[in-house]
């Protein structure tokens, strides 16, 4: 099979070009048909539990996302000039399109219950339109202070601070409207600053950069893997087939990803930037195959031929161990990663197909002139030449202490390891110096918290939480969550029953209870009502059949350890204080969905990691026919992943998903550097049957082609490491990491390990002169 | 010559058009007048037993019952009303009493049982809900016409009745209301259909008298709704036991008998 296709793409090249450009442009035509998903929530799949749940209680309550804007003078902000322009700029975000106006929480939306004339109960807007003097500002302050519905969070205490929560239809909105409230925000001018935050505008926003950092990144990279070829094989002509190759496979993958109906999720945005240094891989090889043979063939035809039958069987298994690697993906629970896992497989399959085909069919077109001196230049003198030297020496001289620092590395990466800490928070997806990382910073401190949860409290009739014991239980639930540091404030209906309780009273604080009796709550509530409450605003925080109720859980920090806390500390209370009356209690928002997306995608990234790593050991076992080879091979893969993840642990970087997701990547492409090098290693050995021989020749072809790979890719991702997306720099820092460690593993451990079982590995039978003084001033004379 | 002509023409129709705007500005004024009294003035007084259906956007029901007495001081003056809550029974002998006064402020209190408090409350009957209903305390105690500006915009039918469509714009600006289209009764005064429209020209609430009856010799609606057609939701007040004219007496509209509420008419 492998000369049939490689012969009849010599034969008929034109064929063979001419059949990839139709697929390809017929994969190009789907592209107009692309439907875009920014929404993380997607990341669980529509029927989970938690997001059945999650939208049966915004249902429930009326609930929708919020948009937070900070407004913040540190001066203070409760004077006229500053409520005014806060009024004023409520009353034009009301009008933008996809603001749900009637539920915005502001100074001049949100009620306050008060003393009106003549000692009158009344429920109005507590800031009911602009004011004139400081003492009108003042009175607005102490209102909120006084009101638990509103304390903390409205304003802080101390006044510098106001929120205007925004909610908005959905989510998919969210990044537009911050964009207009931003312009809304900016025409008042003022000494007071401005700040947008929030959760679904974050991931949002995260979305439409990415997307836009992707349109950069992708042709950036391909730009520099380019440049980098072209210093290496000077021939434009040669290096144009591996170019074409990755953008190819590109476009096959992406195009059979929207033609059957997937949509672009941020992970598969991210296919390009996978596929691309995966795709170009085999070319190198290729290349620099042929490159290194070319002096010796002088014919294009025969150099060809023998270079793709060399490389056959290396890159069969290179590419299957990195489709292992990413297939293995749809093994987890969560559906875009799968959809990435999937297409990445799909494009390394592509790409492995053109390489053998496509490739040598374009080379066959290279006119002879133009190869003239390929390949003549830079054998023994050339930069890479004379670093493959010291490699040679390096593990030859002090085999020993190499496995030995092997074993170190091998020692302290598992401590690293167990420092790993399982984190993720959409907010820090943007860099520290991002406006939407500094606005959470800053809003989170002044006050309750831009991040939303809510516990739903279920009763099986209604008015099953009008009851006292209910009501009581809620309140001290309430007063247990704000224990946890994170949690800006816990609120409820009890804190409406008691305000309504204490003004009905005349501001009598110690009527501010919860009352004893069921028909007196469900009075106060009906009190609420009719002293001008808007029903909605009661309907936030219960159900108007009165059989569920809502605490809204606001917390400062959206980091899913931290998330994670107070849902354990909500459960452990729960745990040893039963519920009254059969009553249930359950998370929902989306901070507690996120945890729930991170939860499974651990469990489901440990799975496909520890499966296809047996995978690609048995496949390693296969392709060697020998435990021994298939064991060494599993080396540099082992010890990469063991390296760069210790990393991550010593410093303290979250594992969160993109790292999650790198895994596969780094278990696919840091074995492949130990494929070429062993396959060659053996193949050589069988022509040589001398150990010394094998051992040097190993380090000239196939060397070079490595450092040449490692060089490549982990440059051509540099630029990925300078953008503001957090997880563009994590995939640029992998790629780059995962190059030069899997590199240098596979050129150093590797061959001293060979040399020190090279009697029973690469058995000498022909020439016997190892272990002699004679070899070792052939070595001598390999490093001047 | 000619010029003095075309002068003379102008001013005369100047003139002419003058009186007609006027007349049709007072006429339609006058409708809107009588469409207020006709709604919240019926006989000088009223008993009735109310059943308020509250349909949330998500079609889940809930149910108020209550009696309502009234007595006019005046047609198009001060009222008082009396309510009596029966339903739901966690709210059942609660009463709730609103002394009205049309270039004022009004006058309400509730009467607490649970806690046994008289207190007054004192809710802005623009935008606050009656009971927690569609409806708000002004569309429930009428708005009175001189707030608006009315134009008559022509004829219609509505189930066969015909009526005046009028185009009513709130002299201040008020939250969430810019224009308000009435389609009022030619016989009863009544008005049949009412459409708000927010500043975006949004219809917001539609109002419907779902049912017209005459009792005691006065066109009385007997079932109303309001419909939130922006957030979704809708409330139906159906009146039962209407009777006009029972000679009520003003001080049952006390205090005294919030606490303790009339026997004759509280059953």
Request: glycine share 6%; no cysteine; hydrophobic share 45%.
């Amino acid at each position: 099979m492998k000369k049939g296709l490689t012969s009849f793409s010599i034969d008929h090249p034109w064929w063979v070009i001419g059949l990839a450009v139709v697929i390809t442009a017929f994969f190009a035509m789907q592209f107009p048909k692309i439907t875009i998903d920014t929404d993380p929530e997607n990341m669980l799949a529509a029927d989970e539990p938690v997001r059945i749940f999650e939208h049966q209680t915004k249902e429930d309550f009326g609930l929708s996302d919020f948009i937070a804007v900070g407004v913040v003078r540190e001066t203070g902000a409760f004077t006229p000039q500053t409520l005014n322009r806060i009024y004023n700029i409520t009353a034009e975000i009301e009008d933008i399109d996809g603001v749900v106006a009637d539920d915005i929480i502001a100074p001049s939306t949100v009620d306050d219950i008060k003393q009106g004339d003549g000692g009158a109960m009344v429920v109005a807007a507590l800031m009911e339109d602009e004011i004139e003097t400081q003492d009108q500002a003042d009175y607005i302050l102490s209102r909120i202070n006084l009101n638990p519905i509103l304390n903390g969070k409205l304003a802080s205490e101390d006044g510098r601070a106001v929120a205007i929560m925004i909610p908005i239809e959905s989510k998919d909105m969210s990044h537009r409207i911050a964009v207009e409230i931003k312009i809304i925000t900016e025409k008042y001018g003022g000494d007071e600053k401005f700040y947008i935050a929030g959760l679904p505008m974050a991931e949002d926003s995260f979305g439409a950069e990415m997307f836009s950092q992707m349109a950069y990144s992708a042709p950036a990279a391909l730009l520099i893997i380019f440049l980098l070829l072209l210093m290496f094989f000077r021939k434009v002509r040669i290096i144009l087939a591996p170019m074409i190759v990755a953008i190819m496979s590109v476009i096959w993958a992406m195009g059979l990803l929207i033609l059957t109906g997937n949509t672009v999720h941020i992970m598969s945005s991210m296919i390009p930037i996978f596929l691309i240094p995966i795709a170009v891989l085999n070319s190198i090889h290729i290349i620099s195959e042929f490159h290194d043979n070319y002096k010796k063939h002088k014919h294009k035809d025969a150099t060809i031929r023998h270079s793709i039958s060399e490389l056959f069987l290396p890159m069969l298994f290179t590419s299957a161990t990195t489709i292992a690697g990413f297939i293995s993906l749809a093994l987890t629970p969560i559906p875009p990663v799968q959809v990435f896992g999937i297409f990445v497989a799909f494009g390394i399959l592509v790409a492995w197909f053109l390489s053998i085909t496509l490739n040598p069919a374009i080379a066959m077109l290279i006119p002879a002139k133009t190869l003239h001196n390929f390949g003549a230049d830079d054998e023994n003198h050339g930069l890479l030449a004379r670093l493959m030297n010291v490699f040679r020496n390096l593990s030859f001289r002090y085999s020993k202490s190499i496995v030995f620092a092997s074993l170190a590395v091998v020692v302290v990466s598992a401590v690293g390891l167990s420092m790993i800490v399982v984190n993720d928070n959409p907010v820090r997806w943007f860099k520290k110096s991002h406006p939407i990382r500094i606005a959470d910073t800053i809003m989170n401190q002044h006050l309750a918290g831009t991040y939303m949860n809510y516990l739903v409290i279920e009763g099986s009739d209604d008015d099953a939480v009008k009851d006292p014991d209910v009501q009581k239980y809620m309140e001290t639930l309430q007063r247990e969550l704000e224990k946890e540091e994170i949690v800006g404030a816990v609120s409820g209906l009890p804190d409406i029953v008691k305000k309504v309780r204490f003004e009905l009273f005349g501001g009598d604080s110690t009527k501010a209870e919860l009352p004893e009796s069921q028909t007196e709550i469900a009075q106060m509530l009906f009190l609420f009502e009719m002293s001008g409450g808007d029903p909605d605003d009661l309907f936030k925080f219960v159900t108007p059949e009165y059989n569920k109720a809502n605490l809204w859980v606001q917390l400062k920090a959206g980091d899913n350890m931290a998330v994670s806390q107070v849902v354990k500390r909500a459960n452990d209370f729960i745990a040893s204080n039963p519920p009254p009356n059969g009553v249930t209690v359950n998370w929902a928002g989306l901070p507690y969905i996120n945890i729930t997306w991170q939860h499974q995608m651990v469990t489901g990234m440990r799975r496909s990691l520890i499966s296809s790593f047996v995978v690609v050991f048995i496949m390693m076992v296969a392709l060697f026919r020998s435990f021994r080879w298939g064991f060494i091979s599993m080396l540099p893969l082992t010890i990469t992943i063991m390296a760069i993840y210790a990393f991550i642990g010593f410093i303290g970087k979250p594992y969160d998903m993109p790292v999650a997701v790198l895994s596969s990547l780094t278990l696919g492409l840091s074995i492949d550097f130990a494929i070429h090098f062993i396959q060659r290693l053996r193949t050589i050995h069988k022509r040589t049957a001398n150990f010394r021989e094998s051992y040097n020749e190993i380090f000239e072809g196939t060397g070079r082609a490595i450092s040449r790979n490692v060089l490549v890719i982990a440059i051509g991702f540099v630029p990925m490491i300078f953008s503001t997306l957090v997880p563009y720099i994590t995939v640029g820092s992998f790629f780059l990491a995962i190059m030069v460690v899997s590199g240098l593993v596979t050129l150093l451990l590797l061959p001293s390990i060979v040399r020190i079982f090279g009697n029973t590995l690469l058995p000498s039978t022909k020439a016997t002169q190892h272990h002699t003084l004679g070899t070792k001033s052939k070595t001598q004379e390999q490093i001047s | 010559m000619k010029r003095i002509t075309m002068l003379l023409t102008l001013t005369i129709l100047t003139f002419g058009l003058t009186i007609v705007t006027k007349t049709a500005a007072q006429n339609v004024n006058e409708i809107m007048k009588k469409s207020h009294l006709a709604y919240y003035y019926a006989a000088d007084d009223g008993v009735g037993d109310v059943t308020m259906t509250i349909t949330d956007k998500r079609g889940k029901e809930r149910v108020k019952e209550f009696i309502m007495l009234r007595i006019d001081e005046e047609d198009g003056g001060r009222q008082r009303y009396y309510t009596y809550f029966k339903k739901p029974s966690d709210i059942s002998r609660l009463t709730f009493m609103v002394h009205k006064v049309p270039d004022g402020n009004d006058q309400r209190w509730i009467y607490v049982p649970s806690v046994d408090l008289i207190k007054p409350i004192s809710a802005d009957d623009k935008n606050s809900s009656f009971v927690g209903s569609h409806f708000s305390y002004e569309d429930v105690s009428g708005r009175h016409w001189t707030e608006d500006t009315h134009t008559l915009i022509g004829d219609s039918t509505i189930n066969g009745t015909d009526v005046w469509v009028i185009e009513s714009i709130p002299k201040k600006e008020q939250k969430g209301l810019a224009r308000k289209l009435s389609y009022i009764a030619h016989d009863s005064y009544l008005p049949l259909l009412e459409n708000y429209y927010n500043k975006k020209d949004k219809l917001v609430r539609v109002f419907r008298a779902d049912r017209v009856e005459e009792i005691d010799g006065v066109v009385t609606m007997t079932t109303r709704s309001m419909e939130n057609v922006k957030k979704g939701g809708k409330t139906v007040i159906e009146f039962s036991n209407i009777k006009y004219n029972t000679g009520l007496d003003k001080s049952i509209f006390t205090e005294r008998y919030l606490k303790n509420p009339p026997r004759k008419y509280i059953k």
